[in-house]
C-alpha cells in the first residue's frame, strides 16, 4: 500500500484538527461565508485520494477541506482563503467551498461540478492522458438532476470517471430514508456502471477497495462508482444539526475513522506526529489572521 499507516493517520488527524480550528474561529467571527464541517467522514477522503495520481483531477463539493487537505492541499493557504484573505488558494475571492488548486475544483452548488467531470474525463479519453477524473457527491446530490445525465453520458461514452458518493445518511436535516426510493447502487447500475458500497469508517477497508476500482478504471477506461457510508458528527454547516445528540455521541463512538486507525498505533508514533500537526494548524490560522485582505480591482481593499 502506498501510505504508512502513520501516514494515514497524519492527513485524518490534519483533516480534523483543521475543522475543529475553523469551527472554533467561525463563532468568532474571523471566518466569512460558511463552512461544513468534514469531521467523521476523514476515512473516505484519504482512503480514495490516497490512490490518486498527480494528473488525475479530484472534483469536490461544500464539504471539500477533507478532500483538499488529503489531496495535499496547504492548511494555511485553506484556512486563508476561508477568511477571504489574499494569501488564500485563489486569492480569498473563493472561500470555503470554491476551490481550485493544482488538479483540484470543488464547487458549493450540489451536483454542478459533476458534468465537469465528465468534460475532463473525455478530455482525458480523447488525448489519451490516462488520467482520471475522481467526483465527490453527497447523498442528497442524487436528487439533482443532472448527476443522472452525467452518469448517462459517461457510461455511453465510456468515461474514466470515479463516482465518489458519501452516504452520510442525510441532507442538512433531511434523512437519506425521506428522500432516496429504490438504492443507491441500483442508481449506478441502471446506466451499466458498477458500484461497490461499503459499511466502514475503517481507513484500511476503504483504500484497497479504492485501489482495486481505480484500477479498473485505468485499465478499462469505463467509469465505475464507490458508496461510502459515513458518519458526519458535527452539524451540516455551523449550528444547523436536529439529529438526537444522544444518537450522534453514539456514533462518534462506534466510528469515529481516527480512534479506530489510531488504536493500530504506538504512543511513541502518535503523539509526535499529532504534536506536529497541532503546530501546523496553530500556525496555519496564526498566518491567515495576519495576511492581508485581497485588493479590489487592483487598489488595497
Ligand atoms: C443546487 C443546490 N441546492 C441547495 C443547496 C444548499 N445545500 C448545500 S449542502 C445541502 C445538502 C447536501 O447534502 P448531501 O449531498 O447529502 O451532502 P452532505 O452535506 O451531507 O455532505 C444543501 C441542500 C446547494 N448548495 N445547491
Ligand atoms: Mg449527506
Not at 90 to 119: D, E, L, M, T, Y
Request: aromatic share 8%; hydrophobic share 40%.
Amino acid at each position: 500500500m502506498m501510505s504508512s499507516h502513520i501516514e494515514l493517520y497524519r492527513t485524518m488527524y490534519l483533516i480534523r484538527r483543521f475543522e475543529e480550528q475553523a469551527l472554533a474561529e467561525f463563532s468568532t467571527g474571523k471566518l466569512v461565508g460558511t463552512t461544513h464541517a468534514y469531521i467523521g467522514q476523514e476515512a473516505n477522503a484519504v482512503g480514495v485520494i490516497s490512490n490518486l495520481k498527480s494528473e488525475d483531477v479530484v472534483w469536490s463539493n461544500h464539504r471539500c477541506h477533507g478532500h483538499f487537505l488529503a489531496y495535499g492541499g496547504e492548511p494555511a493557504a485553506l484556512a486563508a482563503e476561508l477568511m477571504g484573505k489574499s494569501t488564500g488558494i485563489v486569492g480569498g475571492r473563493g472561500g470555503s467551498q470554491h476551490i481550485h488548486w493544482k488538479n483540484f475544483f470543488s464547487n458549493g452548488i450540489q451536483g454542478g461540478i459533476v458534468p465537469n467531470a465528465a468534460g475532463m474525463a473525455l478530455s482525458s479519453k480523447i488525448d489519451g492522458r490516462g488520467s482520471i477524473s475522481a467526483v465527490f457527491i453527497g447523498d442528497g446530490t442524487l436528487g439533482q438532476g443532472v448527476v443522472y445525465e452525467t452518469m448517462n453520458i459517461a457510461a455511453l461514452w465510456q468515461l474514466p470517471i470515479l463516482f465518489v458518493v458519501e452516504n452520510n445518511h442525510f441532507a442538512q436535516t433531511t434523512p437519506v430514508e425521506m428522500a432516496i426510493a429504490g438504492s443507491i447502487v441500483g442508481r449506478f447500475e441502471g446506466f451499466g456502471i458498477n458500484a461497490t458500497e461499503l459499511f466502514t469508517s475503517d481507513v484500511l477497508e476503504i483504500l484497497p477497495v479504492a485501489e482495486q476500482v481505480i484500477g479498473k478504471i485505468r485499465s478499462t477506461g469505463c467509469p465505475a462508482a464507490i458508496i461510502l457510508n459515513t458518519h458526519r458528527f458535527m452539524a451540516h454547516s455551523k449550528g444547523d444539526d436536529t439529529r438526537d445528540k444522544e444518537m450522534v455521541k453514539k456514533l462518534r463512538q462506534k466510528y469515529d475513522p481516527l480512534q479506530i486507525h489510531g488504536l493500530r498505533l504506538d504512543t511513541a508514533d502518535k503523539e509526535p506526529c499529532e504534536a506536529e500537526v497541532n503546530q501546523l494548524i496553530d500556525a496555519a490560522f496564526f498566518h491567515a489572521n495576519s495576511a492581508d485582505l485581497p485588493s479590489l480591482n487592483g487598489r488595497p481593499a
